[in-house]
């Protein structure tokens, strides 16, 4: 199959290109670097399957050629990131996906959103099931990411119903491994090199807000089941271990041998989920699909990937 990665540079994105060219597919990442990196994408230079695209998806998107499968992955997903680019957040799941959906549509490709945990919002319903509508501030700083999300949720579903596009639509939920930013602001890589760096992990708020942490290889096989599933609705990846803030922090110390224990700061925003979990049961029904990586071997396969960019970057 012929595959268009949109966000291909970014974390997820670059994964997900390794894995499809793997499987001998040819791989088309498109990506306008706004928060990914070429470094993602770089040992792929050359390979004669893969081809990057500079270019920005909320623009008409033109492919020479035929594309089997077109997965959205273009999106800043970072809180940090997010409430730093709310427009440019708000523009890249509304009309790049729309522009996207559009690609697919001329193509007759299959089509796969890379949708959130967030449309959940801070939940009131514990753990999240795909039946879940969810609870979220829309005018709240992450409203520009949980809505953007559920706007391109509602624009796959359309494309669906009304110009039979085969659509497919993935909530993703707290995912991490090597690739991430260091600097992304996502509680992963803030507690990793904080550790490495012998520094105290900065918890913000009281650290009883909970979440579960997936390695990036369950949610790449998940995502790999589900283009190939028929299954058109909502399917959550995500891995249902669930820790609060203060207990990931200490396996981070624990594990880093850090001892500079923890400091306490602000809570971000006053809309941070306090809980998050995914209940995992129609994928687990559908897909044959659980995670098969606990965290404390994602955190040992993750800290070196961390160790290395520290030091490549004279920070260690
Ligand atoms: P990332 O920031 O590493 O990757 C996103 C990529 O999209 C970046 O390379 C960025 O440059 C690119 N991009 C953004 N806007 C673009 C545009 N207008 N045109 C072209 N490229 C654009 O983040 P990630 O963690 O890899 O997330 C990838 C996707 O998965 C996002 O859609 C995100 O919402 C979703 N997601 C991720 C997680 C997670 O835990 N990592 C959880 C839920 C959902
Ligand atoms: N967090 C923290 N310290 C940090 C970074 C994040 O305590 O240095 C908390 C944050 O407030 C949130 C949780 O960790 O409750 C997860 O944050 P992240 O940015 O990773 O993603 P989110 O799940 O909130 O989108």
Known sequence: ?????????????????????????????????????????????????????????TNYIYIEGPIDAVLHFASPASPIDYLE???????????????ALGLARAKGARFLLASTSEVYGDPQVHPQPESYYGHVNPVGPRGVYDEAKRFAEAMTMAYHTYHGVETRIVRIFNTYGPRMRLRDGRVVPNFISQALRGEPLTIYGDGSQTRSFQYVSDLVEGV?????????????????????????????????????????????????????????????????????????????????????????????
């Open 1 to 57: 199959m012929r595959i268009l990665i949109t966000g291909g540079a970014g974390f997820l994105g670059s994964h997900l290109c390794d894995r499809f060219l793997a499987e001998g597919h040819t791989v088309i990442a498109m990506d306008n670097l706004i928060t990914g990196s070429t470094d993602n994408i770089a040992h792929l230079a050359g390979h004669p399957r893969f081809l990057f695209i500079h270019h920005d998806v």
């Open 85 to 99: 680019l709310p427009i440019q957040t708000l523009k890249v799941g509304a009309l790049g996906t729309h522009k």
């Open 224 to 316: 790999y089941r589900l283009l190939f599933s028929d299954e058109v609705e909502p399917v959550n990846i995500g891995n249902p271990g669930e820790f609060t803030i203060a207990e990931f922090a200490q396996i981070v110390n624990e594990i880093t041998g850090n001892k500079a224990g923890v400091i306490y700061r602000d809570l971000r925003t006053k809309d941070d989920p306090q809980v998050r979990q995914p209940d995992i049961s129609k994928a687990r029904r559908i897909l044959q699909w659980e995670p098969k990586v606990s965290l404390r071997e994602g955190l040992e396969l993750t800290i070196p990937w961390f160790r290395q960019e520290l030091q490549r970057r004279g920070e260690l």
